[in-house]
């Protein structure tokens, strides 16, 4: 199975090259990368979104496996969906599924399905695989995203579950959220409720992302996957989580009237 892109020639260029020039250009050379649990990056068109994506990528070191979660955009039948073996298709060349990893999350909890079906047309995963081929050729993933209805608990659940799986596996893994942030408000809301959920990361505080999300109606897409992140790196004997970079796509188009957020983190 190849998972086919979507979102190719349409949020990032097609063509290997165009997309080589373009993550060079985000990529920043001289940033000291660490060796870090997560990571959190947004999964917006490169041209708004990519110079956030590209710090955050430059501020870690990318082992050979990564656990990629994401939300959905789209109504999935699965609170989690994932997929468990293939390869996901990139202008770089082809990501294998990391099975093995795969199959101790889904012996783990019951609240994680094998569903193909759920990614075909999904972008949030799909558009970190360029940055993720760029720094690391090897590397492996585990795809999985979530349902916009799951709970604090499903998600503390999913978060133990992929933690205790890279704890059997005694393996150095990323754990990589996928999310924007707030989504169409000027930017002077943006940047207030954004930094809103930024402290909770920051203060590696999932339940109160969680709350906080949900009671200041903070339009972050990806809260839930950022949430399930945050149990799982804490689990796995995370210390800190501190913002890299922070951009809204008004900073691009100069239309600070309707704006999209969008920040880079790294979990150490």
């Not at 050979?64 to 999935?76: A, E, N, Q």
């Not at 889904?106 to 995963?125: Q, Y």
């Not at 970190?128 to 499903?154: G, K």
């Not at 890279?166 to 943006?190: K, P």
């Amino acid at each position: 199975m190849v998972r086919k892109t979507c979102v190719a020639g349409y949020f990032y260029p097609k063509q290997k090259e165009s997309l080589l020039e373009m993550i060079k250009g985000f990529v920043e050379p001289d940033m000291k990368k660490k060796k870090a649990l997560g990571a959190i990056s947004p999964h917006a068109g490169y041209q708004y979104s990519g110079i956030v994506a590209g710090a955050v990528y430059s501020s870690i070191i990318i082992p050979d496996k990564i656990v990629l979660l994401g939300p959905s955009h789209r109504t999935i039948n699965s609170n989690f969906a994932i997929m468990r073996e293939g390869e996901w298709e990139t202008p770089f060349g082809n990501i294998p599924i990391n099975t093995k990893l795969a199959d101790q999350i889904i012996s783990r909890t019951k609240l994680v399905s094998e569903d193909i079906d759920a990614h075909i047309m999904e972008h949030s995963l799909e558009v970190q695989l360029p940055f993720i081929h760029y720094f690391n050729p090897n590397c492996s993933i585990v795809p999985l995203i979530t349902t916009y209805f799951a709970s604090y608990n499903d998600l503390e659940e999913l978060g133990k579950s992929i933690s205790s799986s890279i704890e059997a596996l005694n393996e150095d893994v990323l754990i990589l959220a996928s999310t924007d942030m707030s989504h169409q408000v000027s930017q002077e809301t943006a940047k207030e409720k954004d930094f809103l959920a930024i402290d909770k990361i920051s203060k590696l505080d999932p339940r109160g992302l969680y709350d906080v999300v949900k009671s200041q109606k903070i339009s972050m897409c990806g809260f839930q996957a950022t949430t399930a992140a945050l149990v799982s790196a804490k689990e796995l004997g995370a210390k800190e989580a501190e913002l890299i970079k922070y951009q809204t796509s008004g900073d691009v188009t100069e239309d600070y009237n309707n704006v999209v957020g969008y920040a880079g983190m790294r979990i150490i």
